[in-house]
Nanobody
């Protein structure tokens, strides 16, 4: 079993920054894909970014490229999402997820483990 705990959400003005953290525990993650997703009110959960735990290759949704950066700290079993130049449309609950697949996937239902989510609100 894998446990994921997100933190770092909050309220920020447009143009500001936040860093989300996802602490993972319970299993060896060296072959996992770690992803960040978000869900705004009334909308479906959408892919934001992903990283290979082994090797560190990264992948981003077009809507966040150049503004968000995903990274990981192997020693701390933690994945981060640095969010810069935030916009009101980035407002959502952000979720960390883990996928045992070898390929990077952007469909939420294919991920095996999820955190509880952390709220990010960007005011205009």
């Amino acid at each position: 079993q894998v446990q994921l705990v997100e933190s770092g959400g909050g309220l920020v003005q447009a143009g500001g920054s936040l860093r989300l953290s996802c602490a993972a525990s319970g299993r060896t993650f060296s072959t996992y894909i770690m992803g960040w997703f978000r869900q705004a009110p009334g909308k479906e959960r959408e892919f934001v970014a992903a990283i290979r735990w082994s090797g560190g290759s990264t992948y981003y949704a077009d809507s966040v490229k150049g503004r968000f950066t995903i990274s990981r700290d192997n020693a701390k079993n933690t994945v981060y999402l640095q969010m810069n130049s935030l916009k009101p449309e980035d407002t959502a609950v952000y979720y960390c997820a883990a996928d045992r697949s070898i390929a990077v996937r952007t469909t939420p239902k294919l991920y095996d483990y999820w955190g509880q989510g952390t709220q990010v609100t960007v005011s205009s």
